[in-house]
């Protein structure tokens, strides 16, 4: 039986190849998705050991509802006092706020890596940067930009460019280049710095984000720790560890976006190819009726048909798993090319193609295979051999009316599931698993279903192709309304890949008509002055009022607040 298993497999390349193809692309999907968020895992991890890396403690305030917001610059001498401070420096960043324009008169853009600000801090300990060329900044109207940054967008040293800030377009000259790290591993970023004081006024911050610590050698940590938490109420004080570990996380948050993007894709693609599988398989199993039932007759019982067809269905899921593997990670690469079309460059990152992502791969490639293929397989263990000689013979069907009555069960339980997600849950996670599990039982349920109305729908739909193709048009309707358990299966896919299409193409209208419904009835204005990355500075409104060719101009903002425990 197995030499029989891999006769028929290499007898039919073609078939094995298209029915390969359907799990291919899901477990692609599944690999790149691994491969990509491993790797950017990977990359910021090193990233974040190495910005926290000279930090033994950090004072900061304790949250943004309820603490001091920002620490006093009186709390820095203070820190600075304490036994066993070696080094204290203040830390003031601005991310996305501060947007310098190149000598083309072209800001960076905001949707590719982010651009952070920072304060220079002089000390090598407390600082992940070291200067390369020209000089650190010394005052107001200088700040540096790391390397790659500064060559990628066209900046050079001792040149004079206009910066974007919150408090207006200031001109800035660059005074020198910086490395983050021997490398210049900023995956992407722009890095620039800025002396504290120049920083706190673009930004109109009159304190410090935080402040750093390096501890003396041989220093009692937890007594410097101790005293650094009793200077002020509403801060707090954390160790590298921690830091580190709060920096990792927000990196991953984003990550973690993009990997359940693509391992919902790759979902769509797996629960397709289900249904994919499993009609090739019932179709080729029902023209190898004859064949099976001589199987039969020779001796061979239906456990052994049964594990010969379980067989071709795993080694289709074993070549479409390392197919997948190899296809996901030119995917990987093929993804990453097409988020720099767009101008979301990703950063550099390595290809790690762990264990676990094989693991993974060969599970859904092997599981999803043997899953569409067992149905088909009991179906054609059943077929009696005498009966399977005679024409037309084919193999056996779940009962008719336990398909519709287990069809119709899926299909309202999947209707109460989605409503449930769209009017009851109250998180993000509940709404798409509920919404998630409503759609797949419709779809398998109405698939079910589907038999019962198969054959009218032929008949009516088969009538245009008949008249135009005579005897072709004929023969096509006469075949599809035969099996319509074969046809319901069969366009099930296409159903499905439609179903998805149509949602995306819904819900993103509904969304652009809810915003403009929205618009409508709460602006009344004429024009909108929106800045994407940072706020306007008081001057821009002004300039607007004073130009004449407004009749008003209203100024507006907003922010979150803490209410009754809620942050909104």
């Known amino acids: 039986m197995f030499r029989l298993t891999i006769k028929n497999l290499a007898a039919n390349r073609i078939r094995l190849a298209l029915t390969t193809f359907a799990v291919v692309l899901a477990v692609a999907f599944v690999v790149s998705a691994l491969v990509l968020t491993d790797g950017l895992r ?325 599981v999803a295979t043997l899953v569409s293929a067992f149905g088909p397989a009991r179906k054609a263990a059943r077929v009696a051999p005498i009966a399977a000689l005679r024409d037309g013979a084919e193999a056996g069907t779940v009962g008719h009316r336990l398909r519709m009555v287990l069809g119709a069960f899926l299909a309202v339980a999947g209707l109460a599931a989605g409503a449930a997600g769209l009017f009851s849950a109250s998180t993000v996670t509940s709404i798409i698993a509920l919404l998630a599990t409503g759609a797949i039982g419709v779809f398998i349920g109405v698939t079910m279903l589907s038999p019962l109305v198969a054959v009218p729908l032929v008949k009516v739909l088969g009538r245009p192709l008949r008249r135009m193709l005579g005897a072709s048009g004929h023969l096509a309707q006469q075949n599809a309304g035969r099996n319509p358990q074969r046809t319901s299966t069969t366009a099930a896919a296409l159903m499905i890949g439609l179903a998805v299409v149509s949602m995306t193409l819904t819900v993103g209208e509904s969304v652009k008509a809810q915003f403009r419904s929205t618009l409508e009835s709460s602006v009344n204005a004429d024009y909108l002055a929106i800045e994407q990355a940072s706020t306007f500075p008081p001057e821009v409104s002004e300039s607007f009022a004073n130009s004449g060719v407004a009749d008003t101009v209203t100024r507006f903002r907003y922010d979150r607040a803490e209410i009754g425990g809620l942050v909104q």
Do not use: C, K
């Open 42 to 366: 990977s990359s910021f991890g090193d990233l974040s050991e190495e910005i926290t890396s000279g930090t033994d403690l950090e004072l900061r305030p304790v949250d943004e509802f309820g603490g001091l917001g920002e620490l006093p610059e009186s709390a820095l001498a203070e820190v600075g006092a304490i036994v066993g401070v070696d080094v204290a420096a203040p830390l003031v960043q601005a991310e996305m706020t501060v947007r310098p324009i190149n000598g083309a008169g072209e800001a960076i853009s905001i949707n590719g890596p982010p651009q952070l600000a920072f304060g220079w801090v002089d000390d090598s300990r407390l600082s992940v940067v070291s200067l390369v060329d020209g000089r650190s900044p010394a005052g107001a109207g200088e700040f540096t930009m790391d390397l790659d940054a500064a060559a990628t967008h066209g900046f050079e040293v001792g040149e004079t460019y206009d910066v974007i800030t919150p408090t207006g377009v200031v001109a800035h000259e660059l005074t020198g280049l910086t490395s983050f790290g021997r490398d210049n591993d900023t995956l992407g970023a722009t890095i620039m710095h800025f002396d504290i004081d120049t920083l706190q006024g673009l930004i109109d911050r009159a304190g410090y984000d935080s402040i750093a610590v390096a501890v003396e050698p041989g220093a009692d940590r937890g007594s410097v720790e101790g005293a650094m938490a009793g200077l002020l109420p509403g801060a707090e004080v954390v160790d590298q560890a921690t830091l580190e570990s709060e920096q990792r996380a927000d990196f991953n948050q984003g990550i973690d976006i993009l990997g359940n993007i693509l391992l919902g894709f790759a979902g769509v693609s797996l629960f397709v190819s289900i249904f994919i599988i499993y009609n090739t398989f019932s179709i080729v199993l029902g023209q190898r009726t004859r064949e099976l039932a001589l199987l039969r007759m020779v001796g061979a019982d239906p456990a052994q048909l049964r594990r010969s067809v379980m067989g071709e269905a795993l080694v289709i899921g074993l070549v479409a798993s390392v197919v997948g593997i190899l296809a996901g990670m030119g995917l990987a690469v093929g993804l990453r090319e097409v988020f720099g079309l767009i101008g979301a460059d990703m950063p550099d990152s390595p290809m790690i193609v762990s264990t676990r992502t094989v693991i993974v791969a060969a599970t859904v490639g092997i």
